[in-house]
C-alpha cells in the first residue's frame, strides 16, 4: 500500500511545472523594418510561442501567408517603401562606409517607428490591452523600449546581427576592443597593434555617432509617445531582461557573454527542411555533377546589378556548364544559357539541405552565412553592405569561402573564383568541419529561446539576472573615473617629486656656492 502511495505522489512531483505558469501569456513582437530577413530570424519563434498557447501579436511589414491559431498581424504598410533606394544603390555599387550605413538606418528607424506609433490598430491595443511581455528589435528601434513602460511587462530585446557594443551595453556585457573587432572592420580576434588602434578608433567614431546622433532621435521619439512612462530613456535601456542575439561561438569568435545575453545564432533555421516542388527536386536530382546556388539575400536584388555584370554572370555560367539556380527578381533574363534556372524566390534551407548542391555564391548576410555553415556547403562570397565584408573575412578565415568584390566581376574572374571554390576540396573538408561543431549543441536554437523566453514570464522578467554593470555609467562601467584620478594622482606625485628635487638641488648648491670668509 505504501508503494502505491508512493508512486501517483512521484509522478505528481515530475510533472508539477516549475514556477508560475506561462501558459496563454499575451506576448507583443515588434519588428518595422522592411528587410525581411530580420523577421524570417523572429517568425519562427514567434510561431512556436503561439502553438505553445500563448497569444502573439506581431507588428511589422510582412502578413502571415495563412491565419494561425494564437497569432495576430498588425501590418504597417507605410513602412514597406522605406529601404527603396538603399539597396538600390548597394547593388550598383555604390558602397557606403558602414557608418553612414547605420546613420541611414537611423533615419529610416526614426520614421519606421513613427509610422508604428502613428497607427490605429497600435494606438488601440495600446489604450485598450495589456500585454505579458514585448519582444522587439532593438537596432535603430530603442524608443520601442516605451511599450514595455507602457505595458508594465518585461522586455526581450532581439539582435538579428551579432552583437554591438550598443546591445552590449543594454545588459552590461563585455566587449573588450582588443580582440573582438568593430562590425565595420574585416579583422579577425588576433589583431596587430596597428589593427587595435583602427579598431578602437573605429568603436570610438561608433560610439559617438550612436550616442550624439543616433539615440536624441530614439530619445524624442520615447519622450513624445510615452510622457508617462516611469523610466526616462536612458533608464529603460538599463532595464532590459534579456537580450537574444544571432550569434554563436562557432560562427565567429569566442566572445563574453553575460547571463542575460543568450546567443541564439541559427533560431530561423529547420532541422528538417521543407520538400521542394517537384520541377526543382528534379532539377537538382539530375544534377549528377552538382549544383551551384545563387543569390544576393532579401534586400539587394538581382534584377538591380548592372547590365554587363549580369551578362558577366550568365556568361561565366554558360561556359561552366554546372546547374544553377538563380535567385533573380525579374521576369525575365536575356541570354539565359539552359544550365540557369531563375526564380523570383527559392526555398533557400531546402535548396541547400539539397546534397548534389555543392556550392552556395552568396551576399554574405548573416542568415546566409549561418545556413550555409549548417548545411556546410562552401561559399563564393560577394558582399555588399552592412556587416556583409566583415562575414565574408569570418567566412574566409575559417577556410570554408572565398570572397571578392562585385566591382570585381568580370567573365574571367567570376569564372576561376567558382573554379577554385568548385574544384579545392579544403574548402567543403572546412564547411563540413564547421558544421559538425555548431550542429553540436545540448539543445537547439529554438529550444533555447523557447526556454529563455518562457523563463523571463515564469520569472516576472527576472530581474536578479541583470549585473550591476547594467547600473553604471559609461565612465564607471570602463573605470574611466578611477584611470582619472590615479593618473592625476601620479601625474600630482611626479610633479611633487620633481619640484622637491629642484627644491633640494637648490639648497645644495646654495651649500657649496657660499663665499669664503677671508682671514688676515
Excluded at 80 to 108: P, R, W
Excluded at 242 to 259: E, G, K
Excluded at 268 to 281: A, D, G, R, V, Y
Amino acid at each position: 500500500m505504501r508503494f502505491l502511495t508512493i508512486v501517483p505522489l512521484s509522478l505528481i512531483l515530475v510533472t508539477w511545472p516549475l514556477g508560475d505558469s506561462v501558459q496563454g501569456s499575451k506576448i507583443l513582437s515588434v519588428f518595422p523594418f522592411p528587410g525581411k530577413s530580420q523577421y524570417i530570424f523572429i517568425l519562427p519563434l514567434l510561431h512556436n510561442l503561439a502553438e505553445k498557447g500563448h497569444e502573439v501579436t506581431s507588428i511589422s511589414v510582412f502578413p502571415q501567408d495563412k491565419p494561425m491559431k494564437n497569432f495576430r498581424d498588425i501590418i504597417i504598410n507605410e513602412n514597406a517603401k522605406i529601404y527603396e533606394g538603399y539597396t538600390e544603390e548597394a547593388a550598383l555599387g555604390l558602397n557606403k562606409s558602414i557608418l553612414e550605413e547605420l546613420l541611414d538606418f537611423s533615419i529610416m528607424g526614426e520614421q519606421a517607428l513613427s509610422n508604428v506609433f502613428e497607427h490605429p490598430k497600435v494606438k488601440e491595443i495600446m489604450k485598450s490591452e495589456t500585454f505579458d511581455l514585448v519582444i522587439m528589435e532593438i537596432i535603430g528601434t530603442e524608443a520601442l523600449l516605451g511599450l514595455g513602460q507602457h505595458f508594465q511587462a518585461p522586455t526581450i530585446a532581439v539582435s538579428t546581427f551579432p552583437a554591438m557594443h550598443f546591445i552590449d551595453y543594454l545588459v552590461g556585457n563585455p566587449s573588450p576592443s582588443s580582440y573582438i573587432p568593430h562590425i565595420s572592420i574585416p579583422y579577425g580576434n588576433h589583431m596587430s597593434f596597428r589593427q587595435r588602434v583602427a579598431n578602437i578608433l573605429a568603436e570610438i567614431q561608433d560610439v559617438l555617432s550612436h550616442r550624439y546622433y543616433v539615440l536624441p532621435k530614439q530619445r524624442n521619439l520615447y519622450e513624445k509617445y510615452f510622457p508617462s512612462a516611469e523610466l526616462n530613456f536612458d533608464e529603460a535601456r538599463r532595464n532590459v531582461s534579456l537580450v537574444l542575439v544571432n550569434d554563436h561561438f562557432t560562427l565567429r569568435h569566442p566572445r563574453p557573454c553575460v547571463p542575460n545575453m543568450i546567443e541564439v545564432g541559427g533560431l530561423h533555421i529547420k532541422q528538417q527542411p521543407n520538400s521542394l516542388s517537384q520541377e526543382l527536386q528534379e532539377f537538382l536530382d539530375t544534377a549528377t555533377e552538382g549544383a551551384i546556388y545563387f543569390s544576393l539575400g532579401s534586400n539587394v536584388k538581382s534584377k538591380d546589378l548592372p547590365q554587363e555584370t549580369q551578362q558577366a554572370i550568365l556568361e561565366s555560367f554558360r561556359d561552366l556548364k554546372i546547374k544553377v539556380l538563380w535567385k533573380f527578381e525579374g521576369e525575365n533574363l536575356p541570354n539565359k544559357p539552359a544550365n540557369v534556372l531563375i526564380r523570383k524566390w527559392f526555398d533557400q534551407q531546402s535548396v541547400l539541405a539539397h546534397p548534389n548542391v555543392k556550392m552556395f555564391i552568396s551576399h554574405g548576410g548573416f542568415l546566409s552565412t549561418t545556413e550555409t555553415i549548417f548545411h556546410g556547403k562552401p561559399v563564393l562570397a560577394i558582399p555588399i553592405l552592412g556587416d556583409q565584408p566583415m562575414n565574408a573575412k569570418n567566412a574566409v578565415t575559417a577556410g570554408f569561402a572565398l570572397s571578392m568584390e562585385l566591382s570585381e566581376i568580370s567573365k574571367e574572374n567570376f569564372t576561376k573564383s567558382i573554379r577554385e571554390v568548385w574544384t579545392k576540396p579544403k574548402y567543403s573538408e572546412a564547411a563540413k568541419r564547421l558544421s559538425q561543431r555548431f550542429r553540436d549543441k545540448p539543445m537547439t536554437p529554438m529550444d533555447t529561446a523557447l526556454y529563455w523566453v518562457e523563463y523571463v514570464l515564469r520569472n516576472k522578467g527576472a530581474p536578479y539576472m541583470r549585473n550591476a554593470g547594467q547600473d553604471l555609467t559609461f565612465m564607471e562601467f570602463h573605470n574611466l573615473d578611477v584611470y582619472i584620478v590615479i593618473s592625476v594622482i601620479i601625474l600630482t606625485s611626479f610633479v611633487i617629486v620633481i619640484q622637491v628635487f629642484c627644491l633640494l638641488q637648490r639648497l645644495v648648491l646654495r651649500t657649496f656656492k657660499q663665499p669664503k670668509i677671508k682671514r688676515n
